[in-house]
Protein backbone atom coordinates (compact mmCIF):
# COMPACT_ATOMS: atom_id res chain seq x y z
CA UNK A 1 0.00 0.00 0.00
CA UNK A 2 2.74 2.70 0.69
CA UNK A 3 4.54 1.50 -1.87
CA UNK A 4 1.55 2.48 -4.34
CA UNK A 5 1.12 6.35 -2.70
CA UNK A 6 4.81 6.45 -2.64
CA UNK A 7 5.02 5.24 -6.92
CA UNK A 8 2.33 7.68 -7.16
CA UNK A 9 3.96 10.83 -5.29
CA UNK A 10 6.75 10.02 -7.85
CA UNK A 11 5.15 10.15 -11.00
CA UNK A 12 3.36 13.52 -9.80
CA UNK A 13 7.16 15.17 -8.99
CA UNK A 14 8.21 13.77 -12.31
CA UNK A 15 5.16 15.20 -14.41
CA UNK A 16 5.31 18.39 -12.60
CA UNK A 17 9.41 18.52 -13.81
CA UNK A 18 8.09 17.14 -17.46
CA UNK A 19 5.53 20.11 -17.99
CA UNK A 20 8.13 22.62 -17.96
CA UNK A 21 9.00 25.89 -16.16
CA UNK A 22 6.30 28.27 -15.34
CA UNK A 23 4.61 31.11 -16.93
CA UNK A 24 6.44 34.43 -16.70
CA UNK A 25 3.65 35.96 -16.05
CA UNK A 26 0.64 35.05 -14.87
CA UNK A 27 -3.28 36.07 -16.49
CA UNK A 28 -5.43 38.72 -15.10
CA UNK A 29 -8.17 36.56 -14.33
CA UNK A 30 -11.38 39.25 -15.28
CA UNK A 31 -14.64 37.27 -14.88
CA UNK A 32 -16.44 33.85 -15.17
CA UNK A 33 -19.56 32.51 -15.98
CA UNK A 34 -21.03 29.56 -15.34
CA UNK A 35 -22.05 26.84 -18.10
CA UNK A 36 -22.98 23.69 -16.38
CA UNK A 37 -24.39 23.68 -12.88
CA UNK A 38 -22.82 21.04 -10.24
CA UNK A 39 -24.40 20.26 -7.53
CA UNK A 40 -21.70 20.11 -4.35
CA UNK A 41 -18.65 20.78 -6.45
CA UNK A 42 -17.69 23.82 -8.32
CA UNK A 43 -19.63 24.72 -12.10
CA UNK A 44 -17.95 24.67 -15.30
CA UNK A 45 -16.88 27.89 -16.50
CA UNK A 46 -15.89 30.36 -19.43
CA UNK A 47 -13.19 32.54 -17.81
CA UNK A 48 -12.06 35.59 -19.55
CA UNK A 49 -8.16 36.23 -18.54
CA UNK A 50 -6.36 39.10 -19.83
CA UNK A 51 -2.19 39.75 -20.11
CA UNK A 52 0.04 41.77 -21.79
CA UNK A 53 2.49 41.09 -24.07
CA UNK A 54 6.08 40.96 -22.27
CA UNK A 55 7.91 41.96 -24.85
CA UNK A 56 5.29 44.99 -26.94
CA UNK A 57 4.48 47.89 -24.16
CA UNK A 58 0.95 48.97 -25.33
CA UNK A 59 -0.41 45.54 -26.76
CA UNK A 60 -2.52 43.76 -24.39
CA UNK A 61 -4.46 40.51 -24.93
CA UNK A 62 -7.84 38.88 -23.07
CA UNK A 63 -8.61 35.36 -23.83
CA UNK A 64 -11.38 32.76 -22.85
CA UNK A 65 -11.37 29.16 -21.62
CA UNK A 66 -13.61 26.93 -20.50
CA UNK A 67 -12.41 25.55 -17.00
CA UNK A 68 -13.96 22.12 -15.81
CA UNK A 69 -15.83 21.85 -12.28
CA UNK A 70 -16.73 18.84 -10.39
CA UNK A 71 -14.42 16.76 -8.48
CA UNK A 72 -12.11 16.12 -11.42
CA UNK A 73 -11.82 19.73 -11.94
CA UNK A 74 -11.63 20.81 -8.12
CA UNK A 75 -9.07 18.23 -7.62
CA UNK A 76 -6.68 19.51 -10.99
CA UNK A 77 -7.03 15.80 -12.69
CA UNK A 78 -9.87 17.30 -15.29
CA UNK A 79 -8.36 17.89 -19.08
CA UNK A 80 -10.03 20.76 -20.48
CA UNK A 81 -10.62 21.08 -23.74
CA UNK A 82 -9.27 23.12 -26.62
CA UNK A 83 -11.49 25.81 -27.36
CA UNK A 84 -10.41 29.36 -26.58
CA UNK A 85 -10.60 32.53 -27.78
CA UNK A 86 -8.62 35.31 -28.58
CA UNK A 87 -8.45 38.74 -29.00
CA UNK A 88 -5.86 41.74 -28.36
CA UNK A 89 -5.68 45.28 -29.06
CA UNK A 90 -3.19 48.43 -28.89
CA UNK A 91 -4.26 49.85 -25.23
CA UNK A 92 -1.22 52.60 -25.27
CA UNK A 93 1.84 53.51 -27.44
CA UNK A 94 3.54 50.63 -28.70
CA UNK A 95 6.82 50.08 -27.99
CA UNK A 96 9.42 47.08 -28.91
CA UNK A 97 11.45 46.13 -26.01
CA UNK A 98 13.70 44.00 -27.97
CA UNK A 99 13.91 41.79 -31.13
CA UNK A 100 11.16 39.56 -31.70
CA UNK A 101 11.06 36.56 -33.65
CA UNK A 102 8.05 35.20 -35.54
CA UNK A 103 5.91 32.67 -33.77
CA UNK A 104 7.23 33.83 -30.32
CA UNK A 105 5.61 32.13 -27.59
CA UNK A 106 3.94 35.45 -25.27
CA UNK A 107 1.96 32.97 -22.73
CA UNK A 108 1.97 29.29 -22.80
CA UNK A 109 0.00 27.17 -19.64
CA UNK A 110 -0.43 23.62 -18.77
CA UNK A 111 -4.26 22.54 -19.47
CA UNK A 112 -3.81 19.01 -18.27
CA UNK A 113 -1.48 17.56 -15.46
CA UNK A 114 0.81 16.03 -18.35
CA UNK A 115 0.24 16.05 -22.06
CA UNK A 116 -1.44 19.51 -22.97
CA UNK A 117 -0.41 22.73 -23.08
CA UNK A 118 -2.21 26.48 -24.39
CA UNK A 119 -0.03 28.56 -26.05
CA UNK A 120 -0.30 32.36 -27.37
CA UNK A 121 2.37 32.98 -30.19
CA UNK A 122 2.91 36.45 -32.00
CA UNK A 123 4.07 37.28 -35.39
CA UNK A 124 4.48 40.24 -37.66
CA UNK A 125 2.78 41.10 -40.67
CA UNK A 126 5.49 43.68 -41.95
CA UNK A 127 3.52 44.60 -45.06
CA UNK A 128 0.44 45.83 -43.05
CA UNK A 129 2.29 46.54 -39.87
CA UNK A 130 0.29 44.79 -38.25
CA UNK A 131 1.13 42.49 -35.18
CA UNK A 132 -0.53 39.26 -35.08
CA UNK A 133 -1.21 36.78 -32.19
CA UNK A 134 -2.79 33.17 -32.20
CA UNK A 135 -3.83 30.71 -29.54
CA UNK A 136 -3.97 27.04 -29.94
CA UNK A 137 -3.15 24.23 -27.68
CA UNK A 138 -1.24 21.37 -28.00
CA UNK A 139 -0.49 17.81 -26.77
CA UNK A 140 2.64 15.67 -26.25
CA UNK A 141 1.41 12.84 -29.18
CA UNK A 142 -1.49 14.73 -31.69
CA UNK A 143 -1.97 18.71 -31.17
CA UNK A 144 -4.85 20.48 -31.57
CA UNK A 145 -6.48 21.59 -35.07
CA UNK A 146 -8.62 24.23 -32.60
CA UNK A 147 -7.11 27.54 -32.63
CA UNK A 148 -8.10 31.58 -32.91
CA UNK A 149 -5.92 34.25 -34.17
CA UNK A 150 -6.36 38.10 -33.39
CA UNK A 151 -4.94 41.26 -35.18
CA UNK A 152 -3.69 44.45 -33.78
CA UNK A 153 -2.56 47.23 -36.33
CA UNK A 154 0.00 49.55 -35.48
CA UNK A 155 -1.37 52.59 -35.02
CA UNK A 156 0.22 56.40 -33.81
CA UNK A 157 -0.88 57.37 -30.16
CA UNK A 158 -1.14 60.96 -29.40
CA UNK A 159 1.74 63.08 -31.07
CA UNK A 160 4.17 60.05 -31.67
CA UNK A 161 3.90 58.06 -34.98
CA UNK A 162 3.77 54.09 -35.22
CA UNK A 163 6.65 52.14 -34.44
CA UNK A 164 7.03 49.62 -37.92
CA UNK A 165 6.51 45.66 -36.52
CA UNK A 166 9.18 44.73 -39.13
CA UNK A 167 12.35 46.91 -37.60
CA UNK A 168 11.70 45.22 -34.81
CA UNK A 169 12.01 41.17 -35.90
CA UNK A 170 15.21 39.04 -35.84
Known amino acids: MWFRSLTYVGFLALASAAAGPAA ?5 RI ?5 VWRPLTP ?4 VVYGIDDPAVAGVACWYTQPEKGGIK ?15 CRQTGPVAFKGKLAQGEVVFSERRSLIFKSMQIVRGCDAQRNTLIYMVYSDKVIQGSPKNSTSAVPIAPWGTQPAPRCAEAMK
Open 43 to 46: NDKL
Open 73 to 87: GTLGLAEDVSDISLA
Open 24 to 28: AQEPD
Open 31 to 35: FDKST
